[in-house]
């Protein structure tokens, strides 16, 4: 059974501060790895993708991955209270399977 | 370049109505998802696409549910029947293909809400 966990949270993480979401995956063969982040009532939206071991930055979001240990972290630096959603792990095993979802962890940035 | 679009965005049926949800994935894309997603859950894979072919039906209900992508227009998801436990958002996402570099893009979801 492939499986992506997250914590569900709720983080709370104060306005500035660096937030650091995780996720673990237990198929080692697991080749694609997505950060999206939904607003409560709207969609998901798609802010990182990882491919390779190490880390990726984006503006305020630095995505990291460790194969090794199964575990992709999405941070976020000088977090704003507009930040505050759910942000969702995917993770794509291979080019024939589909993504598989974490629960989302829920994120809150206190003003 | 138009993002996925979704139609209706809020759709209110009656027990035992139909409901269809009509997507339309982004330009270039041929590979169609739908998810749906209960209120403070997850996303529950239903039904993954191409046009004219269903892929991977493993998350759909075996009944009242049916998907199709047909060679022009929409993908559609259709509810039959419809009951109270069907209200919740349908997301549909596109991608260009289905390889390891391929991200899904979501559309703005159709809530459907069973009276």
């Known amino acids: 059974q492939k499986e992506v966990e997250q914590n569900s949270g709720p983080l709370s993480v104060p306005e500035g501060a660096i937030a650091s979401l995780n996720c673990t995956y237990s198929?080692?063969?697991?080749?694609?790895f997505f950060w999206y982040r939904q607003y409560s009532g709207k969609s998901p939206e798609l802010i990182m993708s990882?491919?390779s071991n190490g880390d990726k930055e984006d503006g305020r979001f630095t995505a990291q991955l460790n194969k090794a240990s199964q575990y992709v972290s999405l941070l976020i630096r000088d977090s704003q209270p507009s930040d505050s959603a759910t942000y969702l792990c995917?993770?794509?095993?291979?080019?024939?399977?589909?993504?598989?979802w974490g629960a989302g962890t829920k994120l809150i940035i206190k003003p | 370049n138009a993002g996925v679009m979704q139609n209706p965005r809020h759709l209110v049926r009656r027990r035992g109505q139909e409901a269809r949800l009509r997507c339309s994935p982004m330009?270039?894309?041929?590979?169609v998802y739908w998810y749906r997603q209960l209120p403070e859950e997850g996303l529950k894979f239903m039904v993954y696409?191409?046009?004219?072919?269903?892929?991977?039906e493993s998350g759909m209900p075996k009944e009242r549910f049916s998907a199709e992508f047909p060679k022009e227009g929409p993908s559609i998801l259709r509810i039959q029947q419809v009951v109270r436990g069907d209200s919740a958002a349908y997301f549909c996402?596109?991608?260009?293909?289905?390889?390891?570099?391929?991200?899904?893009?979501f559309g703005p979801g159709t809530r459907l809400t069973v009276l």
């Open positions: 996402a596109s991608s260009p293909g289905q390889g390891i570099f391929n991200e899904q893009f």
């Open positions: 198929d080692r063969g697991s080749q694609s």
């Open positions: 330009k270039g894309h041929s590979h």
């Open positions: 696409l191409q046009k004219e072919n269903i892929i991977d």
């Open positions: 995917a993770v794509k095993v291979d080019s024939n399977y589909q993504l598989i």
């Open positions: 990882i491919y």
